[in-house]
Structures are given as C-alpha cells and as structure tokens.
C-alpha cells in the first residue's frame, strides 16, 4: 500500500510541476510488450501498447512526458500435460516518464525513469486442453472476484529522440500483486495457486511521433 500511495503521489506531482512549463509537443504512441508474471514459471508473451502522450521540455536536458495508454499485458503456462493457460489483462495506464539526456542538434539520447498505475479494464483467461478444439475460457469481464485491478510499477529504460520521433525501451516492475488478499481468482481455477506475490513484469519498446 505505501508504495502504492507513493507511486500515485509521485505521478501527480509530476503532473503538477509540468503545468508550470509553457512549451510541450502532443503525440501519439505505442508499441509491443514481453511481459511474463514475476517469481513463477509462466512464460512470456507478447502484448501491445498504445495512446496519447505530451512531452514538456525543461532546461538542462530534462523533460516531462506523461502518457495514457490502454496496454494489454499477456503471459503463458502449461499447467499440466499438454494443458496450455493464456493470461491476458487489458489496463488503463498513466506512466510519467522522467527524462534526462543531452540535446546534441540531430537527436537527443536521454535516460528514462517512468513511475505508472494502471486500472484494469478487461481481462481473459483460457486453458487449451489436449484436445485443441477444446478451448475453456474460465473467466469473464464481469467477474473480477480475487483480481486487483489496479497496478502500479516502474519503469527504468533509455532512448533515442530524432526530430520528432522516440523510441525508447524500458524494463518494467509492478509493485503490487496480481491476485488480492484471498488469494485466487476462483476456487475452481487451480492455475492461481502460487501466484500470491506475483505480477506483470517485463520489457516495452515503445515509438512515439511527437506533433510541432
């Protein structure tokens, strides 16, 4: 929870401290993402990112760039025989990315630290059984009985800035646990068992196109 609380609280006040710079580029951005679930033996698997995000330039090579993305995080198993487990959770996610590097005319390389929460707005889990006509799919949007749906992390990465484009790569912590104090998402989901401190952890290499 205190990291929760000081997360949000670092978001906001980077927030706060950007409205007191006149100068800023809007853009868009998006791009793919390896995630796999932190401290279990689920692999990773491959997800995408995409939104808006406006870059505040300040003195000294530092910049502000908050972003609201929708990013859909994805992982896999197998759980059992040739039984195969898909997890997916589509989050709505503010990351303020925190950059510093040197303003070299051409392009500006900088460092990247990228405090982000996230509200989860769909999610789907599905096990294939041997038979790969048999796909079960155990959980519904409506139903997110023993899930968080919020998340809050880090990211730490560097990048590239060239006119009007970044591209930027980051490894990404999630702070809080997937599954809440109860522990499973179901009681007949025996895949959850185990995942009590785990969550989304991983690699996102993100593009962007800053407008003049």
Not at 35 to 63: C, I, P, R, W
Request: charged share 15%; proline share 3%.
């Amino acid at each position: 929870m205190k990291r929760a609380l000081f997360t949000i609280l670092l978001c906001f006040f980077c927030l706060i401290s950007a409205t007191k710079v006149n100068a800023g580029k809007f853009g868009v951005t998006g791009g793919i993402s390896l995630m796999e679930l932190q401290n279990v033996s689920f692999k990773a698997a491959t997800g995408y990112h995409a939104g808006l995000t406006y870059k505040f330039k300040f003195a000294d090579g530092f910049a502000l760039q908050p972003s609201l993305l929708y990013h859909a995080k994805a992982t896999a198993s197998e759980i059992g025989g040739a039984s195969k487990l898909n997890l997916s959770v589509g989050y709505l996610e503010l990351p303020v990315s925190i950059q510093w590097g040197p303003d070299l005319v051409l392009f500006r390389p900088y460092l990247d630290v990228s405090p982000f929460i996230g509200y989860g707005l769909n999610k789907n889990v599905t096990v294939q059984t041997p038979d790969a006509s048999a796909t079960q799919v155990t959980t519904s949007n409506d139903n997110w009985k023993g899930l968080n749906r919020l998340e809050y992390g880090l990211g730490l990465g560097a990048g590239i800035e060239i006119w009007e484009f970044q591209l930027v790569c980051r490894y990404n912590w999630n702070f809080g646990p997937l599954l809440d104090s109860a522990g499973k998402v179901d009681a007949s989901t025996a895949w959850s068992q185990g995942l009590n401190k785990s969550n989304f952890g991983g690699v996102t290499l993100s593009l962007s196109w800053l407008f003049r």
